[in-house]
């Protein structure tokens, strides 16, 4: 996804969203589901269940810069598995001498379910990318992009599964806060190991590499790289409605290009059937 107060404010954060949570209910007669689809930097290759639709939260803090960014997204499948519509919309604060929180660009997916196994799940997506953030405050990219991805899902066991992400973003006639233009391309590449320790509770890894794209002038561009490692924590609340509950936490860590960098990762996702069963 296109898309950072110190580390003690996600604290109370985190303790807030749990209290507000409903209590669980224990009298189920089958297995609760397990945590699949909910990742923080990772995308995995499982489209939504048939007439289950998801919203997630996604809260981004740079420690050091304190820069931060909030992406909300809501998934719906289409017909069936085989097909999800969702949008995506970023919220970023960027510091510096005169700090701005606005509307980043907002992306509206379609994901296609090409491979659902027990073992390996292949779920090819393209992306609309709207200009609604702004280039003059450096929250857009000026211009319409397509993003395409490719993520992939593999479980090599029952208490580990792994995913893989390759992507691109082109965007013609981007532009710059001179309001100078030149067509950009963004590449990413990913992976996770997810280890499930119980039904509703998992460790994982993610690792997220980026190059992204800048105008620098008319027709002329640069570009930088980002590297993270997001070790984190996932759990799950599920009730007898059908309804499951994730929070999660990680702490990104930038690598090579990204030495020094640290920020937190808070995730909240609420996934519910649709029509509630009589």
């Known amino acids: 996804m296109p898309a950072p107060a110190p580390a003690r404010s996600t604290i109370p954060w985190v303790a807030l969203l749990l209290a507000l949570a409903p209590r669980p209910t224990t009298a189920q007669h089958t297995a609760p589901p397990p945590i699949a689809d909910n990742s923080l930097l990772i995308e995995e290759a499982y489209n939504q269940d048939p007439g289950v639709i998801q919203h997630i939260s996604g809260w981004q803090h740079d420690w050091h810069r304190g820069d931060w960014a909030y992406t909300f997204v809501q998934e719906w499948p289409v017909g069936g598995r085989t097909n999800q519509l969702s949008y995506t919309i970023p919220l970023l604060h960027l510091t510096g001498t ?24 292949v779920a090819p997506r393209v992306s609309l990318v709207l200009p609604t953030g702004s280039a003059t405050t450096g929250t857009g ?27 691109a973003i082109l965007t013609p006639s981007a532009r710059n806060a001179a ?75 930038g690598v090579g290009p990204s030495r020094g960098a640290r920020s937190v990762f808070l995730y909240l996702s609420f996934e519910h059937p649709l029509h509630r069963s009589r």
């Open 98 to 121: 005169s700090p701005i929180t606005h509307v980043g660009d907002v992306a509206l997916n379609y994901r296609y379910q090409l491979v659902y196994g027990a073992r390996t799940s």
């Open 141 to 167: 990219a000026g211009a319409v992009g397509l993003q395409v991805s490719l993520p992939l899902s593999h479980a090599i066991s029952d208490h580990l599964v792994t995913h893989w992400n390759l992507g």
């Open 179 to 253: 309001a100078e233009r030149a067509t950009t391309t963004a590449w990413f590449a990913g992976a996770s190991a997810v280890w499930h320790g119980t039904r509703t509770f998992d460790v994982l890894v993610e690792t997220l590499w980026s190059r992204s794209a800048l105008v620098t002038g008319p027709g002329t561009t640069t570009s930088g790289d980002t590297w993270w490692i997001n070790p984190a924590l996932r759990w799950a609340c599920n009730f007898s409605s059908g309804l499951q509950i994730v929070p999660a936490v990680g702490v990104p860590i």
